[in-house]
Nanobody
Framework: QLQLVQSGGGLVQSGGSLRLSCAASGFNLNYYGIGWFRQAPGKEREGVACISSRGAITTYADAAKGRFTISRDNAKNTVYLQMNSLKPEDTAVYYC???????????????????WGQGTQVTVSS
């Protein structure tokens, strides 16, 4: 069974940090571009960051630039999202997703991704 299993997240104060992990089960994540998305209550799902299959290319949404870092460890079949200087407006459910397209597509729509993690809640208190 092909799965993306997320971990991390939780409650943190404004200015704090969290690291999210996204591990693949049942398939080799090395061949997939990975995106992180988030969805706040009453809002549409939005892209946060993405990374190419080998990690050479990363792209960030404006809201994440300078504060979030996406990375991957292909030996561990895992992708990470390090979030620093968190703000209350970062509060959302965060999802990782895998794109099987052999060409890296930066910040494409959520509908273009093939596999999704289960989501993890990130809450930033003021």
């Amino acid at each position: 069974q092909l799965q993306l299993v997320q971990s991390g997240g939780g409650l943190v104060q404004s200015g704090g940090s969290l690291r999210l992990s996204c591990a693949a089960s049942g398939f080799n994540l090395n061949y997939y571009g990975i995106g992180w998305f988030r969805q706040a209550p009453g809002k549409e799902r939005e892209g946060v960051a993405c990374i190419s299959s080998r990690g050479a290319i990363t792209t960030y949404a404006d809201a994440a630039k300078g504060r979030f870092t996406i990375s991957r460890d292909n030996a561990k079949n895992t992708v990470y999202l390090q979030m620093n200087s968190l703000k209350p407006e970062d509060t959302a459910v965060y999802y990782c997703a895998a794109d099987s397209n052999p060409l890296f597509r930066a910040m494409v729509a959520a509908s273009e991704y093939d596999y999704w993690g289960q989501g993890t809640q990130v809450t930033v208190s003021s």
